[in-house]
Every structure is written in structure tokens, then in C-alpha cells.
């Protein structure tokens, strides 16, 4: 396998909310490799933006690293940086955007409207590179084109306003480009987007990472974006990874009950006439301490176990581990649910 | 058996904007529901299908043809009884739950706020008996009902606004995008919801999405509508397998699914509006397969089968 380029170790992130604790990130351990898309799934609130967030010192006030290591190792020839201790902002500034990047879902927002968006992105190429003006504009041309725009020399001196939301989504992504970084987080950048958008836009992200040679992570909620582009995909639940694989581990061969239940609740797996499944409950209370599976609660078929003992990372392959009592050899056997079978053969569309 | 129209949409036109700036938002849209289905409109931002369902809602005026629900019509000037009856008949359930709910109003009044304008002579107990009724059969608890909006998840507000609309025992229910702004587990729940208030109370529905694996889950019969026209229409399985219309064609091919090999190799088909030659007569709605109609010229009918 490649090199890493970053490492999370055991992390841990807790917010203060109103005099309580909310562990929103419980001792979370993670490998980037160099040039890879790794996938990070989940439902809203389950901490996969927290904790892709901490990696660029943008936590809200409130929040805070307890714990564990976040190394860096996108510096050549220098030790690791373990991003937990930045404190600074000033050494903030000098990680963010020049080593890791972040794009947004809603490209509307993280423009300004204010400016031309070759503005924009010459800003950024002349804060990360050594360039002059001259420079630094034909630059910006060209990373417009390479984020598909066409007419460039036109749309350089055109607002935001004037772009619509796919064209708007490359413009961030040039800016992003723009600073040169190792690792690109996009946290849902197609969610906004109609469907043959969001395709040219994932197109366009597979086509950069060889470019540039990017390490891309993907915050995402939805299943189907994620077969399309990610490589790996980890998949959260409660601040907690529990289950991480290759793209055909995980579609394939799912092993966590939270894994299976989510591609089970997937309207392209549903037959007209009967009800969809769907996952009962709620996710659990954060600001409390979980015992045991954080699934159990909301899986009929949780062992005694779950309710008891937190599971550990078994591996099941090489590339693939998942926290489920399940994989003990002591657990009784149980079978895939049918949706396995159903994306194994392919019978989708 | 002929099946009774409840909703017909004769060549509706809706124009945006004044003399010097006109958008055409919807060029002459024709489509038939029948009582006791769920009928889809796919399309993309800026397509106009949810010009379409405003139109019938009567938020937007039309600027030509008709709408016809049970025969009659209801665009334009109507009388007040026709009026009330529509208001009372035809609901909507709308995309973001953030939004759409009254901040500053308790569940009860949210709820309630459409009924008490309908059935003014309502007493205070019948009224609270109705809205506990409501928040029940949408799954809810009724001590929600003196609660805000903000202290619900988003699973839980959509849920409220579908309360809203079912109070009015309506038998029209237009809804627009009611799970894409909801996380994946969440939306299997709506949709479910959805589909058993249909079996139990006969309900139709207009639903309003750009997501045809949703639509195929949920529709009996699909309309892909692109820049203002319908371009192609038929029974939901029919039309997703047959799909004609290159721009069927290409949003089917864009929709992602789970499945890496799949995807990997699928190839992304990509709709050119110029690949149209209309220049010797305009294109016409045709049928091309059995219940399956697709706007077309001449020409293209032959190519495109």
C-alpha cells in the first residue's frame, strides 16, 4: 500500500454544551494513504464533519481535542506534525489551504459575492505561491480550465452571481486547487447539486486527484456517490468508525448491522408496493457515556454482548475491520440481509 | 375500466417576470391524474416542476390553459365556494422542514392553522381532538403539540408538515421534494409514512422530485419534464427500462447507485439540447411505445425506437 499522509490516533473531540460534556468523537483511529478517495459515511450528527474538521483547527469555540493524535505527515524530509497540539492560529494559517483544503456543500456561501471570481482565486494563488501578479492571472486561467470552465478569459472578470450552482461548485474547487494542498476534504459538495451535475462534479474531483495528486476525503450521506468515486469507505456512527473497508468490502460484503441497515434503507433498493426498510429509534445521546455496541439499541437482532462490552476492530480482510460482536468466532452465525445478495448481483437498475 | 381523472393539466403556460424580461417557466404542459395514484414529475433546477405544482396550488397565476380538477376548473377566477372547496381538497407538503414551519407558533396552531380558516365554527376540544388525531397518524407524540418547531429533528418537523396537510382529509396532495433535504434512514420512514396514508385513505398524489430512484419507489407513473416541457411520460417501470428521450437517457445514467463495479464502469451519458433539429417543424407528443409517450419530430420517432 501507498504511503500515509495522515493519521488519526484514539481522537477524541468533546464539545461544552450548557455545563455538559458532549463526546462527539470517541477515540477514532484512521489511515489517509497518498492519492486515495476514502469515503466517510454517516447521518447527520453521527461526527463526520467534527471530526474532518479538526484536522483543520475549526472547531467551533466551544469544542476541543481531548485526546489522542491527529500526524501529519505531508511535510517531506521533516517529522510528522501531530495537528492536535496546533493551538495557534497563526500556525493554523500556514496549514490551512496550503497543506489541507476544505470544499463546501453549498458552493453559494463560501463565495463572495462581492468579488469577480478571478478575484477570488488569484487571491489564494498569490497567498500559497511564490508568484508574481502576472503570474498568479495566468495561473487562475488556467485552473478554471482545468476545473472545466470554458471561456475563461470572459468568466475571470464575472461574480458568483453569474455562474450557476455546478459552475459555481469548480470555482471553489479552483480556489481550493489554488492553494496547492496534499489532502482535499469536500464535506457533501454535490448534495446541492441536480443529478448530471453532481456526476460531472465527481467526474471532475477523480480527474484532479491524479493531477494534483491529492488525497481526497469525501463527507457524504449518500451511498450511491460514494460507489461512485471512494476507494475506501469508513463508515460512522455515534462519533465512532465502525466499520472501514474498500469500496467492494463494504458494498459488497457489509458487515456492521448499521452498515447493512443503511444500504438496506436505500430507495434504489425498494420494490414498489412494500414498505422500504428503515432503521427504528434514534441515534444515542452523545452527552451520556455508550456501553457496548452504540447500535444495539436500534438492532433487533443485537447479541446480549452488545448491550454489555464494547466491541473491537475485527479484520475481516487485509483491507477491511468492523466493530461487531458478530465477527467473534463465539457469535452465532447470521446471514446478510437480502440487500447484499441484491447489490452483489447487480439487480439494481 | 376507465379510470376517473381527478387532476387535468391542459397546455399550461406560466410566464415570470413583465413585458421586457419574460421567463418561460412552463410551455404548454399537458398530463392526466388519476384518482388514487401517485403521479411524478422529475426534473432538474430550473425545469419547472415546482413552477408546475405552484400553479396548480394557485400560488402562481397561469398566464394560459387550464387546470381542471374534477372537471372544473381552477385557474383564474373561480367562485368563493369552488375556492374553499380547492383550498380544503388539494394540499402540499413542501422540501425543507426548516423552512416551511412557523417558527413562532406551538405544533398545535401549525397544525390546526388550516382547519380553523376552513372550519370556523370548530370548538376547542373537536379542534384539539383533530390535531391529536393528526399528530398520531403521522407517528408522532400529541404532547408534542405545545412544543416549537426548533426542538424537533428534521424527520420529526417533516412529519409535522405532513400533519398539517392531512388534517384537511384532503384528496389532492401535492408534494415537493419531501425527503431530499433528510438523511438516509429518515427518508425511508417519510416515504413509507407517505405511501400508507395513500393505502388507507385513498389519497393522490402529485409527487414533485429530481430523483428518479426515489420515483420509481414511489410513482405509478412518471413525467421527465426539462426547460419548461414535458419531454417524455408512462407508467414508472416502463419508462425507467424503456427509457427513450436522450434526456430521460441521461439522467437515468447519472443517478449514482450502490454499487462500485457498476459505477466504475458505467458510462455518463450527457444531453445536448442542440442535438435537436426542430428547424422544419416543431416536435410533437408521440406514442411511441404502449402508453409511452415521448416528444419527438418525426425524424427522431424513427431513430430513437
Redesign the interface.
Known amino acids: 500500500m501507498a504511503d500515509k499522509i495522515l493519521t488519526a490516533k484514539e481522537l477524541e473531540i468533546q464539545f461544552k454544551l450548557r455545563g455538559k460534556t458532549l463526546n462527539a468523537i470517541r477515540g477514532v483511529s484512521l489511515d489517509l494513504y497518498k492519492g486515495e478517495i476514502l469515503a466517510i459515511v454517516g447521518e447527520s450528527g453521527s461526527g463526520k464533519s467534527v471530526f474532518t474538521k479538526s484536522f483543520m483547527g475549526l472547531l467551533d469555540r466551544n469544542g476541543r481535542v481531548a485526546g489522542g493524535r491527529i500526524l501529519y505527515y505531508g511535510r517531506d524530509g521533516e517529522e510528522p506534525l501531530d495537528l492536535a497540539t496546533v493551538k495557534r492560529e497563526k500556525e493554523w494559517y500556514k496549514i490551512r489551504g496550503h497543506e489541507i483544503a476544505m470544499i463546501m456543500q453549498d458552493p453559494m456561501t463560501s463565495l463572495n459575492p462581492l468579488k469577480t471570481i478571478g478575484k477570488q482565486i488569484m487571491e489564494a494563488v498569490l497567498l500559497h505561491q511564490d508568484v508574481n501578479r502576472a503570474e498568479a492571472k495566468k495561473r487562475t486561467l488556467k485552473y478554471l480550465e482545468d476545473v472545466g470552465i470554458q471561456d475563461v478569459a470572459r468568466r475571470f472578470s464575472q461574480y458568483p452571481h453569474e455562474f450557476s450552482g455546478g459552475m459555481r461548485q469548480r470555482v471553489v474547487i479552483a480556489i481550493a486547487i489554488a492553494c496547492a494542498p496534499k489532502i482535499l476534504i469536500c464535506d457533501e459538495p454535490t448534495t446541492a447539486l441536480d443529478v448530471t451535475i453532481q456526476a460531472q462534479i465527481l467526474d471532475l474531483l477523480k480527474e484532479l486527484r491524479h493531477k494534483y495528486s491529492l488525497s481526497i476525503i469525501l463527507i457524504t450521506h449518500d451511498l450511491g456517490v460514494v460507489a461512485n468515486i471512494a476507494d475506501r469507505v469508513a463508515v460512522m456512527y455515534a462519533g465512532d468508525i465502525i466499520e472501514i473497508g474498500t469500496s467492494e468490502d463494504i458494498f459488497y460484503d457489509p458487515k456492521h448491522p448499521y452498515t447493512q441497515a443503511l444500504l438496506s434503507s436505500l430507495p434504489q433498493i425498494g420494490v414498489k408496493g412494500t414498505d422500504l426498510f428503515s432503521i427504528p429509534g434514534t441515534p444515542p445521546n452523545l452527552f451520556t457515556e455508550i456501553r457496548g455496541d452504540a447500535f444495539a439499541p436500534r438492532n433487533p437482532k443485537a447479541l446480549k454482548i452488545d448491550f454489555l462490552k464494547t466491541p473491537p476492530y475485527f479484520q475481516v480482510s487485509p483491507t477491511h475491520k468492523a466493530k461487531t460482536w458478530l465477527l467473534d468466532p463465539r457469535a452465532p452465525k447470521v446471514e446478510p440481509p437480502a440487500v447484499v445478495e441484491k447489490i452483489r448481483n447487480g439487480g439494481l437498475f | 375500466m376507465e379510470r376517473e381523472v381527478l387532476l387535468e393539466v391542459k397546455d399550461l403556460d406560466v410566464t415570470y417576470g413583465g413585458r421586457k424580461k419574460k421567463f418561460h417557466a412552463v410551455k404548454k404542459v399537458n398530463f392526466k391524474i388519476y384518482r388514487g395514484e401517485t403521479f411524478g414529475l422529475v426534473g432538474?433546477?430550473g425545469s419547472g416542476k415546482t413552477t408546475i405544482g405552484r400553479a396548480i396550488m394557485r400560488i402562481v397565476p397561469s398566464s394560459g390553459g387550464e387546470i381542471l380538477y374534477k372537471g372544473e376548473k381552477i385557474n383564474g377566477k373561480i367562485s368563493k365556494e369552488l375556492d374553499r372547496r380547492v383550498i380544503k381538497e388539494i394540499q402540499m407538503i413542501f422540501q425543507d422542514p426548516q423552512a416551511s414551519l412557523n417558527e413562532r407558533a406551538k405544533v398545535d396552531e401549525i397544525i390546526s392553522e388550516g382547519l380553523m380558516n376552513i372550519e370556523k365554527g370548530l370548538g376547542r376540544e373537536e379542534r384539539k381532538e383533530r390535531v391529536e388525531q393528526a399528530i398520531l397518524d403521522v407517528g408522532l407524540l400529541p404532547e408534542f403539540a405545545s412544543r416549537f418547531p426548533h426542538e424537533f429533528?428534521?424527520g420529526q418537523r417533516q412529519r409535522i408538515g405532513i400533519a398539517r396537510a392531512l388534517i384537511m382529509n384532503p384528496e389532492f396532495i401535492i408534494a415537493d421534494e419531501p425527503i431530499s433535504a433528510l438523511?438516509?434512514?429518515?427518508?425511508?420512514?417519510v416515504?413509507?409514512l407517505l405511501?400508507d396514508m395513500q393505502k388507507k385513505r385513498q389519497i393522490t398524489y402529485l409527487f414533485i422530485a429530481?430523483?428518479?430512484?426515489?420515483m420509481?419507489?414511489?410513482t405509478d407513473r412518471i413525467a421527465v419534464i426539462h426547460k419548461g416541457r414535458i419531454v417524455e411520460m408512462g407508467e414508472?417501470e416502463e419508462l425507467?427500462r424503456h427509457a427513450i428521450h436522450p434526456y430521460t437517457r441521461?439522467?437515468?445514467?447519472?443517478?449514482?447507485?450502490?454499487?462500485?463495479?457498476?459505477?466504475r464502469e458505467k458510462k455518463?451519458l450527457?444531453?445536448d439540447p442542440d442535438m435537436h433539429d426542430y428547424s422544419t417543424g416543431e416536435p410533437e407528443w408521440r406514442e411511441l411505445r404502449p402508453g409511452h409517450f415521448v416528444l419527438a419530430d418525426e425524424k427522431e420517432a424513427k431513430e430513437w425506437l
Not at chain 2, 429530481?210 to 426515489?214: F, G
Not at chain 2, 441521461?250 to 459505477?263: R, Y
Open positions: 432538474e433546477s429533528s428534521g438523511d438516509v434512514s429518515v427518508r425511508a420512514q416515504l413509507n405511501s429530481h430523483d428518479l430512484s426515489v420509481r419507489f414511489i414508472t425507467i441521461a439522467l437515468l445514467s447519472a443517478i449514482p447507485m450502490p454499487d462500485p463495479k457498476h459505477e455518463l450527457v444531453y
